[in-house]
């Protein structure tokens, strides 16, 4: 019942319906917290994608040419990269190939 507090209507106070919609709710967390790693991933590889496009090569091609170049840097951190500092995105794609 703790858990159901904040609910509207009878999803605060009566117990069945309470249990339903916090176990429901439990469900949706979990679900989420995965979605929610597959959307930054996404959003991660178009902000890099963009940024690489601008440096004349695409998203594939580089991830080809890090890994050629031993350049181990994940995609969070060449994102954040490629949308506050582009001159080292710059020099990690020109390192990179």
Do not use: C
Not at 15 to 44: G, H, I, P
């Amino acid at each position: 019942m703790s858990m159901a507090k904040g609910y509207w209507g009878r999803r605060k106070n009566v117990y069945s319906v309470a249990k339903n919609a916090v176990e429901k709710a439990l469900t949706y967390q979990y679900r989420d917290r995965r979605a929610r790693k597959r959307q930054f991933r996404r959003l991660w590889i178009t902000r890099i994608n963009a940024a690489a496009r601008t440096n004349g090569t695409s998203y594939s091609r580089l991830t080809g040419d890090l890994r050629k170049a031993d350049i181990q840097l994940n995609r969070k951190v060449l994102a954040h990269l490629a949308m506050h500092d582009p001159d080292t995105f710059t020099k990690v794609v020109k390192a990179a190939s």
